[in-house]
């Protein structure tokens, strides 16, 4: 795995020099656009809406909109409202993860202990696992500050960045229902339902089925035949009635 970050990370007095290394990868197929004529490849320019030329990279500049006038922004302005370019993730707080809601979450990266710094490292894991509770620290990546949990997972540390709350967006104008709507007879039809389908979180058991039928067709595709890939089913027709959907769905994984 290719190092992203270097840096420490700040346990109180104790410093643990860490390395990152990204923690997911994309399932999806990396397709290229083409034309359609003879497959070359699309290429985007940076094109002026006005005069429809091609402006080199060294004219563009950045500007935030403001009354319908354009500020345009230096490398003096972002250089003044960088944060200070550290190296430390300072751990601010422990929390209960459980307590962070999961619209925060945003990548996770492995942290790596460097050699001087693994008693260190191993003690701060332990100490989590102990303890059940995530450090939520900060620190500078690409330039930005970013706000992050520190937890466990297996024998790594893992620092997975989470938004500000600022960059959640609030729900007042959507148009949702009264929970006094539901009756109870519908609720516990509901409860019984969830009860049912209830199990063990098993990540395994879920695949990208969309990617590896995909590919399955690309691979046939290449030797001049067709894949065969399973059917959409119809969905059956169901009742208009809430509580007769329920009771059909709870028939309907008895009988599976």
């Known amino acids: 795995m290719r190092t992203l970050w270097r840096g420490s ?9 860490i390395k990152l290394y990204s923690a997911v990868q994309s399932s ?11 497959h070359a490849h699309i290429k985007f320019k940076r094109v002026n809406e006005n ?6 990279y060294d004219k563009i500049v950045k500007g935030y909109l403001v009354k319908d006038q354009y500020v345009i922004l230096d490398e003096h302005d972002f250089e003044d409202a960088s944060p200070e370019k550290t190296k430390m993730i300072e751990l601010e707080n422990f929390v209960n993860i459980n307590d ?57 540390l893992v620092v997975t960045k989470i938004r500000f709350q600022q ?42 089925e969309y990617s590896t039928d995909l590919l399955k067709i690309i691979k046939a595709k290449a030797k001049g035949k067709r894949a065969t890939v ?3 089913k119809p969905r059956e027709e169901v009742s208009d009635d809430l509580y ?11 009988g599976a």
């Open 230 to 232: 399973k059917k959409l």
């Open 9 to 17: 990370i700040g346990f109180g007095l104790v410093n643990i020099p």
């Open 51 to 56: 005069t429809n030329k091609e402006v080199p």
């Open 28 to 38: 999806h197929l990396d397709l290229d656009m083409l034309d359609s004529k003879d």
């Open 100 to 156: 962070i809601n999961p619209i925060y979450y945003e990548i996770s990266y492995y942290a790596e202990p460097e050699k001087q710094g693994k008693k260190a490292y191993a003690l701060l894991l332990k100490a989590l696992v102990k303890s059940g509770k995530a450090g939520v620290a900060r620190f500078v990546f690409r330039n930005t500050e970013n706000l992050c949990v520190i937890h466990p997972l297996g024998d790594v």
């Open 167 to 208: 960059e959640v967006r609030g729900y007042d104008e959507l148009e949702v229902p009264e929970s006094s709507t539901v009756t109870k007879k519908e609720l516990d039809m509901g409860l019984a339902l969830i009860k049912q389908f209830t199990s063990e979180f098993n990540i395994e058991s879920f695949k990208d």
């Open 244 to 254: 007769t959907q329920l009771m059909q769905s709870l028939d309907k994984r008895k």
